[in-house]
T-cell receptor
Framework: DTGVSQDPRHKITKRGQNVTFRCDPI?????LYWYRQTLGQGPEFLTY????????KSRLLSDRFSAERPKGSFSTLEIQRTEQGDSAMYLC????????????FGPGTRLTVT | TQLLEQSPQFLSIQEGENLTVYCNSS?????LQWYRQEPGEGPVLLVT?????EVKKLKRLTFQFGDARKDSSLHITAAQPGDTGLYLC????????FGKGTRLHILP
């Protein structure tokens, strides 16, 4: 298995545009997480899926953000009407369900909103 | 609200020295994870500690989980430049909470 992959690695967009990121988890992992990380901070939880069900969303996830995992495999995170404050690293992680929920992270997508 | 405090925030030491970084909370966690993150990359899991008082060793790294499962420490012996990075702890309960990390820089 090649681990968790994310696409694109970098995205530069103008304020007001929509962007979509993709995450492909480790194939046998049924949990998938999205985090946002800004400079000098640890990852902040955004949302997670168990299979195709979105089980929890952080208050950080405004109505401009939406995430999907339609077939319980890959996931997409869309940000509508981007703002400069959305500039951050968006990290995806996957884990098995149960036990110690050890997460395996992708390399992240660096978003810059100009 | 569960919070994890990591200290120090920044640490810069000479190669060969020993160091300890800390992860503290007022909440009890079912387990605690340590990750290392390098610039431009995602965090990489180093270890998970589950039992209060547990000690795990990973080469020159020693991880300890507090008896009450509220705190943890990471001790590095004879630090090397390759240890440079952001060290994150994450507490696991019904969700996973990350601390802000300790940024470690080892000077050659």
């Amino acid at each position: 298995d090649t681990g968790v992959s994310q696409d694109p690695r970098h995205k530069i967009t103008k304020r007001g545009q929509n962007v979509t990121f993709r995450c492909d988890p480790i194939s046998e992992h049924n949990r998938l997480y999205w985090y946002r990380q800004t400079l000098g901070q640890g990852p902040e939880f955004l949302t997670y899926f168990q299979n195709e069900a979105q089980l929890e969303k952080s208050r950080l996830l405004s109505d401009r953000f939406s995430a999907e995992r339609p077939k319980g495999s890959f996931s997409t995170l869309e940000i509508q009407r981007t703002e400069q404050g959305d500039s951050a690293m968006y990290l995806c992680a996957s884990s098995l369900d149960g036990g110690t929920y050890e997460q395996y992270f992708g390399p992240g997508t660096r978003l810059t909103v100009t | 609200t569960q919070l994890l405090e990591q200290s120090p925030q920044f640490l810069s030491i000479q190669e060969g020295e020993n160091l300890t970084v800390y992860c503290n909370s007022s909440s009890v966690f079912s387990s605690l994870q340590w990750y290392r993150q390098e610039p431009g990359e995602g965090p990489v899991l180093l270890v998970t500690v589950v039992t209060g008082g547990e000690v795990k060793k990973l080469k020159r790294l020693t991880f300890q989980f507090g008896d009450a499962r509220k705190d943890s420490s990471l001790h590095i012996t004879a630090a090397q430049p390759g240890d440079t990075g952001l060290y994150l702890c994450a507490g696991v309960w019904n969700k996973i909470i990350f601390g802000k990390g300790t940024r470690l820089h080892i000077l050659p």
